[in-house]
């Protein structure tokens, strides 16, 4: 196991495939000092875990991290190809 800051951590050897489940828009909004930019190094730190050809599959809840909401819509975090589930009701 291993328990290091992500912005940080440095892997020995790159992925081909890098998948990460709604966990990116916590850093840097749930820790004290709060720093919301960090996300963004976050980010830039997974897709360098990816090799040359590999695949970054993101999932980040819209809504939770006004920071990174910011940093989608103005496209200051920008991915090659994105798809979007819309929540329709609140039980679905």
């Known amino acids: 196991m291993i328990n290091a800051d992500i912005v940080d951590w440095k892997p020995d050897e790159l992925f081909d495939t890098v998948v990460t489940l709604s966990?990116?828009?916590?850093?840097?909004?749930?820790?004290?000092?709060?720093?919301?930019?960090?996300?963004?190094?976050?980010?830039?730190a997974v897709r360098n875990f990816v090799a040359p050809g590999g695949r970054l599959m993101v999932t980040i809840p819209i809504g939770y991290n006004t920071t990174l909401d910011e940093g989608l819509r103005s496209g200051k975090l920008a991915?090659?190809?994105?798809?979007?589930?819309?929540?329709t009701t609140r039980n679905n």
């Open 23 to 44: 966990t990116l828009e916590h850093v840097g909004w749930d820790e004290e000092p709060r720093e919301p930019e960090k996300v963004f190094k976050a980010f830039e």
């Open 79 to 87: 991915f090659d190809e994105e798809i979007w589930l819309i929540r």
